[in-house]
């Protein structure tokens, strides 16, 4: 029943932005942190974001800080994640994911389940 979808990845030059979306479902959606995480080709899936449930902590990969930004619409059961700046090398499939505890808050993949499909993230130069 605990379900994640993400939405909202495309093809953008460098320097643009886009926004993604992961609509959450299946679950009491405070009480667990939401993490977003890429895989690029060839390339290991790495953490990019994390929100957590109740109080609006985040963390972010030194990669994204001060280019990204995660929020949290509670009332839409909805995490975002804002991306500007853009980059070719934020070229990946982005997904989202539920963490596995209560306390999960740092966006390792080992930690987090329930994946999405994932949207594709294009960054053109």
């Keep these: 029943e605990v379900q994640l979808v993400e939405s909202g990845g495309g093809l953008v030059q460098a320097g643009g932005s886009l926004r993604l979306s992961c609509a959450a479902s299946g679950f009491t959606f405070d009480d667990y942190a939401i993490g ?13 974001s994390c929100i957590s449930g ?4 985040t963390y972010y990969a030194d ?14 059961n909805t995490v975002y994640l804002q991306m500007n700046s853009l980059k070719p090398e934020d070229t990946a ?3 989202c994911a539920r963490g596995l505890t209560r306390a999960t808050m740092i966006p390792l993949p080992k930690l987090f389940g329930s994946w999405g499909q994932g949207t594709q993230v294009t960054v053109s130069s």
């Design 36 to 48: 977003w995480f890429r895989q690029a080709p060839g390339k290991e899936r790495e953490g990019v």
């Design 54 to 57: 109740g109080d609006g902590r």
């Design 63 to 76: 990669s994204v800080k001060g280019r990204f930004t995660i929020s949290s619409d509670n009332a839409k």
């Design 93 to 95: 499939i982005y997904y």
